[in-house]
Nanobody, 125 residues
């Protein structure tokens, strides 16, 4: 198993940018498909972005963030990133990263085996 730790959350004004990081412990990080999810108060957790194992050549985004967010990975640093641009108040949520070795790519909320503790992102109007 692996342990995941998110960082980079905070308070930002609408239209601003933020980059989240997810550091993974353990070996063979490149063997894991990774993803970012978020949950706002009173709402279900939703998927945000996904990246395939290995070099991360395949990515998938939810319609709500497509064109604004970018997921990437640096296997040498055991880290996956989420670059968030043109932030909106509706992006306010706790953001979680997740990992799995079961699938090469996950494109929804299900399929991940390991989850981080989350990091708060607040976007003011």
């Amino acid at each position: 198993q692996v342990q995941l730790e998110e960082s980079g959350g905070g308070l930002v004004q609408a239209g601003g940018s933020l980059r989240l990081s997810c550091a993974a412990s353990g070996r063979a990080f490149s063997s894991y498909a990774m993803g970012w999810h978020r949950q706002a108060p009173g709402k279900e957790r939703e998927d945000v972005a996904h990246i395939s194992w290995g070099g991360g050549s395949i990515t998938d985004y939810s319609d709500s963030v497509k064109g604004r967010f970018t997921i990437s990975r640096d296997n040498a640093k055991n880290t996956v990133y989420l670059q968030m641009n043109s932030l909106k108040p509706e992006d306010t949520a706790v953001y979680y990263c997740a990992a799995t070795r079961t699938y090469a790519l996950v494109t929804g909320r299900s399929g991940y085996d390991y989850w981080g503790q989350g990091t708060q992102v607040t976007v003011s109007a």
